[in-house]
Every structure is written in C-alpha cells, then in structure tokens.
C-alpha cells in the first residue's frame, strides 16, 4: 500500500489526552516478547518499552480518521512498532509521536500489518514508513 501525503506533523495536546488504563500498563510490564509467525522475518532487534505515547490514525490520505489518543507502546525497532491500546484501530495508516529525553519529539507514519485481541486490549504494531516532518509537498519539490 502506498503511504499517504504527508505535509506537516499532527499537533498533540497531551494535556487533553486520556491516560491509558493501567491494567493495560500492568498488562505491558508483565508481557514478555512473544514469538509470532513473523519473527522469523525480523532483521532489527526490538525493544521493550512500557511508555505511552500519542497516536492518531489516519486513512490513505493522510487525513485522521479518529480522535488521538495515548498507546502504550510494547516494544519498538528501527523498522516499527507494537502498541497496546483498548480498543483497535481501524484503517491502514496511523501516526505515533515518540519524544524521548536528550530528542524532541519525532512523528512517525506506520502502516498497520498486524493487530489482534489479547485479552481485554488489542495489539497494533507495524512497520515505519516515514517522518512526518520529514514530508514534502508538491511546493516545496
């Protein structure tokens, strides 16, 4: 599937976004890595984290197509991401901000390739297609 067009990063308002129930935290912290039918495709190491982060999915346009809200994020690598959310996203696309000390923050298109229920939550991951704020208009080529 093709990304969408992607002209300028989503402004979050942590301050108005729920935090995530903490049986979902309490679920990540306990969660140990779990070996699916693709790890045996995987070429970068991944790892576990346990810290929300804000999500907005957005469709093949680029456009949201649901309020943001905050994920907890299981585990990362230089080529996705898994996160654990309690309900699942619909659509293709979504974009997830990650802000880590020493970096400001850093928008990150990823296109869904697996979500399934466990237990009471869903678990999205995908790959990362794109900075956000790396994204060029037809303008500015």
């Keep these: ?38 790890s045996e495709s995987r070429t970068a190491l991944r790892h576990a984290i346990g810290i929300a982060f804000p999500v907005m999915p957005v469709d ?12 907890v994020v299981s585990d990362i690598s230089t080529g996705g991401i898994a996160l654990v959310h309690s309900c699942s996203i619909e659509g293709e696309f979504f974009i997830v901000e990650l802000e880590m000390k020493g970096f400001g923050p850093l928008q990150l298109l990823v296109e869904i390739t697996r979500r399934e229920p466990v237990l ?9 297609v794109g900075r956000v704020d790396e994204a060029k208009t037809d303008a500015g080529a």
Excluded: C, N, Y
């Design 1 to 38: 599937m093709t990304p969408p067009p992607l002209t300028a990063p989503v402004r979050f308002d942590r301050t108005k976004l729920q935090h995530p129930d903490r049986e979902v935290l309490q679920f990540v912290a306990k969660r140990k890595p779990s070996r699916h039918a693709h």
């Design 60 to 71: 093949d346009e680029g456009q949201a197509t649901g309020e943001e809200f905050l994920a």
């Design 120 to 128: 009471r939550f869903f678990m999205i991951a995908g790959r990362f």
